[in-house]
């Protein structure tokens, strides 16, 4: 569809009669709300790369004397995308702003994959009501993985008519047209995309801060777990072209930036949806270990596609840091069926005894969700045994939440929230139990740190993490920030260490 068809279509989704009827007095604006059903959709069109954005012209100066401000849920994708939606703004002649007192636009950048995620942006939008009372002027919008919800984008239209615009994942490098829409119009704009096949290059970033940087390598997800809102919110898999990724990375690097995190839904399916290349996440890996920065992460990996070249790779170490995020969902081979997640406990087991063998110091970090539909007590107890045998350093742990549209929201459910409350707390003592005892193994040992600034609880001290992502606590100059040091550590807390510095390792380039 070009841009032209697209705005045509803009008006009315002829599919939705219902909403068409409810909502009739929206259409004098933009009006295009998500459809899980065309979201699940997984076509064989060719991906296309567009590297031809630009600020169109008509909106330069939009911005000039106006501020804006965004607050962001959720995961690394979502702060990343805030990065892209500032350096927008910034190119619009927009400011940035800590205060929503003081912002002239306002943007809610959410998060789906849990009801308590999404109950709190309602919250937060509650809260704007007076602000925008007060200043009718202000623009409010909703953005993120929510807005790809038929159901939130039909709340908001019916109860918080203070919102200005809602816009998907897949649109923000419409932001520009959306903001004018919204300036122009009195109605609320809805653009939401629900299938979108493309990748969109070039688009402006402005990165927070300057030692850490996130570099997206793919969007979208295929795998479908039947938990999981995600493929529905964020579409199909698109992989990034290999040259594009390692041409950000190397200009990351000489701008002095020290560590960088590969970032995709799913990074493990890269380069499978490349019709031309034979080429994954283990090439990308080896190509990228030779460029000049400290450090290289990745996230998020499903054990489904962790094949054996990029376990190799990583075992070449330098830049790569000995930590996987490798997330188990549960330990139990039937409940991991039920998930759809495509792998057995014992291929998750196998798979880590192939990776420690390979990255004999490799630290293992994991999600888990407790109480899926039917979840009986054997098979969470398969996930407890599971957790002690991987011998994991911690792990995100969530009671299942349903999702409207996926397969498991259908699902008769017999486990009572008590129960699933409880298992969350006997897996978190586990979870709790392992890493103090990972953190006190540290203790009497020298670390290498990033140092990322002052610590959060006490200026005098500094704050930064070690490769396997501990976070270190330590006094030394301020001039030490942003660089590598080395850190004896002298005391494990419960979720951090202590420690004093002995000596910078780099130079800050
Ligand atoms: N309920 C609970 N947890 C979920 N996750 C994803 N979907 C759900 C859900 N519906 C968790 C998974 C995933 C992490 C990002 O969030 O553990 O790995
Ligand atoms: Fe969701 Fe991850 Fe499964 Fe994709 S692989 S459906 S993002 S849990």
């Known amino acids: 569809m070009n841009e032209k068809q697209r705005l045509e279509n803009t008006q009315v989704n002829p599919s939705d009669k219902k909403s068409a009827k409810d909502y009739s007095k929206y259409f004098e ?32 100066g939009m911005g000039d004397g106006r501020k804006f401000y965004i607050r962001t849920y959720g995961c690394q994708m979502n702060e990343h995308d805030t ?8 190119a619009l002649g927009f400011e940035p702003t800590d205060s929503v007192e003081d ?49 939130v984008v039909n709340k908001i239209l019916s109860k918080h008519q203070h919102v200005d615009m809602i816009f998907g994942t897949h649109n923000i490098h419409r932001l520009p047209y959306i903001l004018q829409e919204a300036y122009l119009s009195k109605a609320m704009v809805v ?64 701008q002095g930036y020290q560590e960088i995190t590969l970032l995709g839904q799913n ?64 330990g139990s081979t039937e409940i991991l069926k039920i998930m759809a997640r495509k792998y057995t406990r014992e291929q998750y087991l196998e798979l880590v005894r192939k990776v420690k063998e390979a990255i004999p110091t490799v630290s293992l970090t994991t999600d888990i969700i407790v109480g899926y539909p039917n979840e009986t007590e054997e098979q969470f107890e398969e996930t407890l045994s599971l957790y002690r045998e991987v011998g994991f350093d911690s792990a995100y742990t969530f009671i299942y939440s349903p999702r409207e549209g996926t397969p498991a929201a259908k699902m ?56 396997k992502s501990k976070l270190v606590n330590f006094k030394a100059p301020k001039s030490a920030i942003g660089k590598l040091v080395k850190v004896k550590i002298i005391e494990a807390k419960t979720w951090s260490l202590n420690g004093e510095m002995i000596e910078e390792v780099a130079e800050v380039k």
């Open 83 to 90: 990065e892209v939606m500032s350096g927008i703004f910034m």
């Open 412 to 467: 008769q459910d017999n486990v009572p929230m008590e129960v699933k409350k409880e298992r969350l707390q006997r897996l978190n003592a586990v979870v709790n139990e392992l890493s103090a005892q990972k953190l006190k193994e540290y203790e009497g040992k020298v670390v290498e740190v990033l140092v990322e600034g002052e610590s959060k609880n006490n200026p005098d001290v500094l704050a930064g993490y070690t490769r």
């Open 267 to 330: 990074v493990n399916a890269y380069g499978k949806d490349f019709e031309d290349i034979q080429y994954g996440l283990g090439d990308l890996m080896d190509e990228i270990r030779k460029i000049d920065v400290a450090r290289i992460r990745f996230t998020t990996s499903h054990p489904r596609d962790f094949d054996d070249h990029l376990i190799e790779v990583l075992a070449k170490g330098g830049n790569l840091v000995d930590h996987i995020h490798l997330p188990v969902q549960s």
């Open 191 to 254: 653009e939401v995309w629900s299938k979108e096949g493309d990748v969109i290059e070039n688009l402006p970033k402005v990165r927070k801060g300057n030692i850490k940087a996130w570099v997206n390598i793919m969007y979208g997800c295929d795998k479908f777990c039947t938990y999981c809102i995600v493929p529905y919110t964020r579409g199909k898999e698109r992989s990034r072209r290999p040259e594009e990724i390692i041409q950000e990375v190397r200009h990351l690097a000489a």
């Open 29 to 60: 604006t933009v009006y295009m709300p998500p459809s899980l059903k065309d979201a699940k959709k997984r076509g064989k069109e060719e991906v296309k790369y567009h590297s031809d954005f630009k600020i169109d012209e008509q909106f330069r």
């Open 103 to 151: 912002a002239n636009v306002i943007l809610l950048n959410t998060c789906a994959i849990r009801e308590n995620a999404e109950n709190k942006v309602f919250g937060e939008i509650g809260h704007l009501k007076a602000l925008k009372r007060e200043r009718p002027d202000l623009l409010i919008g909703v953005c993120g993985c929510m807005s790809q919800e038929e159901s």
